[in-house]
C-alpha cells in the first residue's frame, strides 16, 4: 500500500513539474518580441530512486535557466557605445561641413578669389570709381561668407551644448529606472529570476551605454551597480547619482552628484563625441578661420597702408577690422573706408597703380602658416570633409559589428517558436503520461481499500 502511495505522489508532483515547465514555455512564447527578452528554461532534477534507502525517486522543478549570456550583453553593449558615439560626430560634423564648402561660388574660397580680382580690376584704372567700389563691395561679400562661416558653427556649438545637457538628462533617466529595478532585486530574493525585470534591466542598460560608456558590478542580491566612465558611481543598489552639463564656459565640463569635473572620464557614445566635438573638434576649425580671418585683414590692411590713395595721401582707415584673434573670424567686418581712400597707387608714384598689383599678387603670396589664403582654407576645408568620411565609415562599421553582436546574442538567448513548440509537445505528452499515472494508481489505491473492507 505504502508503494502504491509513494508512486502517485511522484506521479502528482510531475505534473507539477510540467506544468511549471509549460508555463515556462508559455511565458517565452508571450515574450518571443519582448524588447530585451531572454528564454528561460525550467530545469528539472532527478530525486535519487533507492527503496532500501527510503529513497522514493521522482522529479523535482529546479530554478528557472536563462540563457542569457552575459559576456554577449557586454559585446553587444561595448558596439552600441561605439555606434553612439559614431553617430554623433556623423551626424554633427555633417552639419559644420556646408559651412566650409570648397565648390560653392559662394563661399569662402570663391569671396577670397573675388576679392583680389578686385584689385587686379582696379590696377588696370586705379581712378576708376566703379572699380574702387567694386573692391569695397567685394570686402563687404568676403567678409559675410567669413561671418557666415563662423556663425553658423558657432551655432552648432551652441545645439552641441544643448544637446549635451539632454544627454545627461537622459542619462539620469536611464539612471532612475535601473535604480527602481534594483530595489525590487533588494527586496524579493525570487526577483532575480524575473525574466520580465531581466529584460528591463538589459534594455535599460543598453539604451545606456548608446549615451556614454561604463563598467557595471552585479551584488549578490542581483542589483545592478552603473560606474559611468569605468570609476564614477551613477547607481549603487536602489541609489542614482545625477550627472550633469556645465556648458556655460567655452568648454563642456560634466559633473558628478557632488559637482566634480568628471569628463576626462568619458570617451564612448553620444556624450563621448558630444563632449569632444565642443571641447576640441570644433573650436579647432574655428581657430583655423579665425587665423585665416586675422591673417587676411592684417596683411591687406598693412599692404594698404604701403600706399597712397586717390588723393596722394598715406591711408588712415583700415579696410578690414575686427575685435580679438580669438573671434576675427565672427566679427571681421569692412570699416568705413570711402573709395577714393583705398591706395591703390604705389607711394613713389601717385595716381599710379603700383600698390593696386601688389594688393592683387597677395592671393598668390605664401600669407598664412606658408600657405595661400586660398589654400589654407582649401586645407581646412579638406580636414573636416576627411573627419566627415572617417565620422561615415566609423559609423557604418560600428553598426555592422553592432548587427553582429546583436546576431550571435539573438542565436543564444531569443526564442524560437519552432524550440518551444517542440519543448511544448514534449512536456504536454509527459505531462499527460504522468496525467494516466495518477489516474492508474487511483484506480489500483481504490481496488486495494475495497478488498481491505
Known amino acids: 500500500m505504502g508503494s502504491l502511495f509513494t508512486a502517485l505522489f511522484n506521479s502528482a508532483s510531475a505534473m507539477q513539474v510540467f506544468t511549471r515547465a509549460l508555463n515556462a514555455i508559455e511565458n517565452n512564447v508571450t515574450n518571443a518580441n519582448t524588447p530585451g527578452y531572454a528564454k528561460q528554461d525550467q530545469s528539472l532534477t532527478a530525486r535519487p530512486f533507492d527503496p532500501a534507502a527510503g529513497l522514493s525517486?521522482?522529479?523535482?522543478?529546479?530554478?528557472?535557466?536563462?540563457a542569457r549570456s552575459e559576456f554577449l550583453e557586454q559585446a553587444v553593449r561595448s558596439q552600441t557605445e561605439l555606434l553612439g558615439s559614431a553617430e554623433q560626430k556623423?551626424?554633427?560634423?555633417g552639419q559644420v561641413e556646408p559651412f566650409f564648402d570648397l565648390t560653392s561660388n559662394s563661399g569662402v574660397a570663391g569671396a577670397i578669389n573675388r576679392f583680389f580680382d578686385s584689385f587686379s580690376q582696379l590696377s588696370v584704372n586705379p581712378n576708376d570709381a566703379v572699380s574702387r567700389q567694386a573692391v569695397l563691395n567685394q570686402a563687404r561679400q568676403l567678409v559675410q561668407s567669413i561671418n557666415n562661416s563662423a556663425t553658423g558653427v558657432i551655432q552648432i556649438a551652441t545645439n552641441i551644448a544643448s544637446q549635451t545637457a539632454a544627454v545627461a538628462r537622459n542619462i539620469n533617466q536611464i539612471a532612475t529606472q535601473i535604480a527602481g529595478i534594483n530595489l525590487r532585486f533588494e527586496s524579493n530574493?525570487?526577483?532575480?529570476?524575473?525574466?520580465?525585470?531581466?529584460?528591463?534591466?538589459?534594455?535599460?542598460?543598453?539604451?545606456?551605454?548608446?549615451?556614454?560608456?561604463?563598467?557595471?558590478?552585479?551584488?549578490?542580491?542581483?542589483?545592478f551597480n552603473v560606474y559611468i566612465g569605468g570609476q564614477t558611481p551613477l547607481v549603487i543598489g536602489s541609489g542614482h547619482f545625477d550627472i550633469s552639463a556645465d556648458t556655460s564656459s567655452s568648454q563642456t565640463a560634466i559633473l558628478d552628484s557632488q559637482s566634480s569635473d568628471i569628463t576626462p572620464q568619458i570617451s564612448r557614445g553620444r556624450l563621448g563625441a558630444l563632449i569632444q566635438e565642443r571641447n576640441t573638434t570644433i573650436p579647432g576649425y574655428l581657430s583655423d578661420l579665425n587665423t585665416l580671418a586675422q591673417s587676411l585683414a592684417d596683411t591687406v590692411n598693412t599692404q594698404l597702408f604701403q600706399g597712397l590713395d586717390q588723393n596722394g595721401l598715406t591711408p588712415v582707415v583700415n579696410l578690414f577690422s575686427y575685435d580679438?584673434?580669438?573671434?576675427?573670424?565672427?566679427?571681421l567686418a569692412v570699416t568705413g573706408l570711402t573709395p577714393d581712400q583705398i591706395a591703390a597707387a604705389a607711394a613713389n608714384a601717385p595716381g599710379g597703380n603700383g600698390n593696386a598689383i601688389a594688393l592683387a599678387q597677395l592671393a598668390s603670396a605664401p600669407a598664412v602658416n606658408g600657405a595661400t589664403f586660398t589654400k589654407f582654407y582649401g586645407n581646412l576645408g579638406s580636414r573636416l570633409g576627411n573627419d566627415v568620411?572617417?565620422?561615415?565609415?566609423?559609423?557604418?562599421?560600428?553598426?555592422?559589428?553592432?548587427?553582429q553582436a546583436r546576431t550571435?546574442?539573438?542565436?543564444?538567448?531569443?526564442?524560437?517558436?519552432?524550440?518551444e513548440a517542440t519543448k511544448l509537445?514534449?512536456?504536454?505528452?509527459?505531462?499527460?503520461?504522468?496525467?494516466?499515472m495518477v489516474t492508474t494508481l487511483q484506480s489500483l489505491t481504490q481496488v486495494v481499500i475495497d478488498m481491505l473492507r
Open 389 to 403: 568620411a572617417a565620422a561615415q565609415q566609423n559609423q557604418t562599421q560600428a553598426q555592422d559589428q553592432l548587427t
Open 189 to 223: 530574493s525570487e526577483a532575480s529570476q524575473d525574466a520580465g525585470l531581466d529584460a528591463q534591466v538589459h534594455t535599460a542598460l543598453e539604451n545606456l551605454s548608446e549615451l556614454t560608456d561604463y563598467t557595471i558590478l552585479r551584488s549578490k542580491d542581483g542589483a
Open 425 to 436: 509537445l514534449q512536456f504536454q505528452q509527459s505531462y499527460q503520461a504522468a496525467a494516466k
Open 90 to 93: 556623423a551626424t554633427d560634423l
Open 57 to 66: 525517486g521522482g522529479v523535482v522543478a529546479g530554478p528557472l535557466i536563462s
Open 408 to 419: 550571435q546574442r539573438a542565436s543564444q538567448s531569443s526564442v524560437s517558436l519552432n524550440e
Open 324 to 331: 580679438q584673434a580669438s573671434d576675427a573670424a565672427s566679427t
